[in-house]
T-cell receptor, first 110, second 112 residues
Framework: GESVGLHLPTLSVQEGDNSIINCAYS??????FIWYKQESGKGPQFIID?????DKRQGQRVTVLLNKTVKHLSLQIAATQPGDSAVYFC?????????FGKGTRLHILP | DGGITQSPKYLFRKEGQNVTLSCEQN?????MYWYRQDPGQGLRLIYY???????QKGDIAEGYSVSREKKESFPLTVTSAQKNPTAFYLC???????????FGSGTRLTVV
């Protein structure tokens, strides 16, 4: 997952713009990747997932891209809205063990 | 509605006390998990269970205990041996062998 210290990296995006949140995963053997969204004071919620035999998957307003060559995962949110303000975690799994990244905080500018 | 319920939402513990956090799911999930989340940090695995009457330690099990007597329930006890228990505790469940978890809404534990 992302390598961060005590403070979460923050991405500030203007409302209506597209957001791109990045994640560097750690295990070459991981074959399933998930993005979660965690709003303040709540548990994480599933957003979208992708298997390693794909390089792109689209949902409603969200797209996940997977680059296995450089072990990189990204989450794209189209037309960012105030309700998208949250911490976003990537997760990887491949051998019954799931590894969560430390998260990126998405801040929406009015 | 199927889901996973954690209670209480807020919990205060005095020094030296044991407290138990509840986690119940009606999703028919086999596996259940407990994570700890500290401010600005990711999720750290405390304990997990893939089947009734069986559970395994995660990365930070010291000072915690669990039981899995029923498929639906996976309570976590924070014992007095846990020296820094103040944190946000998250319970999750999934079908075994999948990485797609359903999380509860969390319990915020504070030592007073």
């Amino acid at each position: 997952g992302e390598s961060v210290g005590l403070h979460l990296p923050t991405l500030s995006v203007q409302e209506g713009d597209n957001s791109i949140i990045n994640c560097a995963y750690s295990n070459s053997a991981s074959d399933y990747f998930i993005w979660y969204k965690q709003e303040s004071g709540k548990g994480p919620q599933f957003i979208i997932d992708i298997r390693s035999n794909m390089d792109k998957r689209q949902g409603q307003r969200v797209t996940v891209l997977l680059n296995k060559t450089v072990k990189h995962l990204s989450l794209q949110i189209a037309a960012t809205q105030p309700g998208d303000s949250a911490v976003y975690f990537c997760a990887e799994t491949g051998d019954d063990k799931i590894i969560f990244g430390k998260g990126t905080r998405l801040h929406i500018l009015p | 509605d199927g889901g996973i319920t954690q209670s209480p939402k807020y919990l205060f513990r005095k020094e030296g006390q044991n407290v138990t956090l509840s986690c119940e799911q009606n999703l028919n999930h086999d596996a259940m998990y407990w994570y700890r989340q500290d401010p600005g940090q990711g999720l750290r695995l405390i304990y997990y269970s893939q089947i009734v009457n069986d559970f395994q330690k995660g990365d930070i099990a010291e000072g915690y205990s669990v039981s899995r007597e029923k498929k639906e329930s996976f309570p976590l006890t924070v014992t007095s041996a846990q020296k820094n228990p103040t944190a946000f505790y998250l319970c999750a469940s999934s079908f075994s062998g999948t990485g797609r978890y359903t999380f509860g809404s969390g319990t915020r534990l504070t030592v007073v």
